[in-house]
């Protein structure tokens, strides 16, 4: 069983940046991958970054050169920096843990991130 806490979602203008964070606890391994999927009302849920064991990363063309992904094994942590925040990145962000031996993942119950002005 793993669960997933986010933070840092809010209300952000245009051209703003917001930090958001992401805690796992229970069975965490070393080896799993950890990332970002976003989904706003009347879209599929949508892979914006992640973070594999090796530190590899990997973002979706819309956030490329604005959001980084990092990640603190130690600390089971994830955090997903995001600049130059638009209009279009408005939705719920949703952490993301996936084992790669069996394909099995969790997701945490989101954080909103709403940017308007």
């Known amino acids: 069983q793993v669960q997933l806490v986010e933070s840092g979602g809010g209300l952000v203008q245009p051209g703003g940046s917001l930090r958001l964070s992401c805690v796992a606890s229970?069975?965490?391994?070393?080896?799993?991958?950890m990332g970002w999927f976003r989904q706003a009302p009347g879209n599929e849920r949508e892979e914006v970054a992640t973070?594999?064991?090796?530190?590899?990363?990997h973002y979706v063309d819309a956030v490329a050169g604005r959001f980084t992904i990092s990640r603190d094994s130690a600390k089971n942590e994830v955090y997903l920096q995001m600049n130059s925040l638009k209009v279009e990145d408005t939705a719920n962000y949703l952490c993301?843990?996936?084992?790669?031996?069996?394909?099995?993942?969790?997701w945490g119950k989101g954080t909103l991130v709403t940017v308007s002005s």
């Open positions: 973070i594999d064991r090796n530190g590899d990363t």
């Open positions: 229970g069975n965490v391994y070393r080896t799993d991958t």
């Open positions: 993301i843990l996936r084992r790669p031996y069996n394909g099995m993942g969790w």
